[in-house]
């Protein structure tokens, strides 16, 4: 029998934490029960349902594979939960190209007390899925936004590729390590455009953090993102720059207009889902990508990614 997802999704609106399982559960099956228990979940989490956007902060954090995204989130995770602050982190893995397989490890790289009931760490496989993101994850991350204060979306450090954690996230964060060679061709690769905060990693070592820094800086602004914020963030103890990072994240949540990000967000993400399941032709058959996202502006502000899927599928038909 289905889990019963308008129950998990109530739970959830009133900060039951321990329900985040169970809709995880369901966000990321694909049976067909659960898929309508899915959007049953997500319909007690919608704004109508909350009567307002989920007051969670959403952060992606993406760049390069070695950054040292783990090691700042675990140094992260610790100065949220000094706060007092709720967190759920999202950890997607990538998956083998010839098994579909995955070894689900940013979970074990994150430091964090099993104990602690105010954490939620869940790994999930990428599959097959470009951009950086697992299938269910914009779902998952926006419905435990209901009931953490925090919720962390780790993409899988491919690099060049994961521009749809901008269509998830409320802030995106991207890391890159000083001294690597790649940083300046990495920052050329498109990704540039997507960073709300970039963190050069290692600044207790100064000289070469400070460099790198002016580098990213000096590269930020001749791509016409001059105004990207640039912290140096040591993560070792003692840390250095994390107090700093976690105010300019706040600071950046708050001038948000919440409300049309997420708007974009979710009608972005039926997009991709509707590309994802249907390909081109899919495309095709409802007069191109123009024509789908003219659809999709003109429906209601408060559908969820399911039900603007289903009006695209049902353009399709």
């Known amino acids: ?94 998956s083998s190209r010839r098994s579909g397989g995955s070894l689900l490890g940013d979970r074990a790289r994150i430091e964090f007390d099993p104990a602690d009931r105010g954490v939620l760490i869940r790994s999930t496989a990428a599959g097959e899925r470009l951009g950086g993101l697992a299938s269910a994850t914009r779902a998952a991350a926006h419905a435990l936004a209901a009931a953490f204060d925090v919720v962390v979306v780790e993409t899988v450090g491919v690099g060049q590729g994961e521009t749809e954690i901008a269509d998830v996230a409320d802030t995106v964060v991207v890391v890159v390590q000083p001294g690597s060679g790649d940083v300046l061709q990495f920052l050329k690769s498109g990704i540039t455009e997507i960073p709300d905060v970039l963190v050069v990693t290692k600044a207790d070592l100064p000289a070469i953090a400070t460099r790198s820094m002016r580098d990213v800086s000096s590269a930020l602004r001749s791509l016409g993102s001059g105004s990207t914020p640039v912290l140096a963030v040591s993560s070792l103890s003692p840390t250095r720059g994390i107090e700093e990072l976690m105010h300019t994240l706040a600071e950046h949540r708050a001038g948000l207009d919440i409300a049309a990000r997420r708007l974009r967000a979710r009608r972005a993400g039926a997009l991709t889902d509707f590309v994802a399941e249907h390909g081109e032709h899919g495309l095709r058959s409802v007069g191109g990508r123009r024509a789908a996202e003219s659809l999709l502006d003109g429906q209601r502000p408060d559908l969820e990614a399911p039900a603007l899927l289903a009006v695209l599928e049902q353009a399709m038909a």
């Open 1 to 94: 029998m289905s889990t019963d997802g308008a129950a998990v999704g109530a739970r959830l609106r009133e900060r039951d934490l321990s329900a985040a399982p169970a809709a995880l559960n369901l966000l990321e099956s694909s049976a067909a029960a659960d898929r309508e228990q899915s959007a049953r979940l997500l319909a007690e989490l919608s704004p109508a349902a909350l009567g307002c956007e989920a007051p969670g902060h959403v952060v992606g954090v993406t760049g390069p594979p070695g950054a040292g995204k783990s090691t700042l989130l675990s140094a992260l995770l610790r100065a949220w939960r000094a706060q007092g602050r709720t967190v759920a982190i999202l950890a997607v893995d990538p």
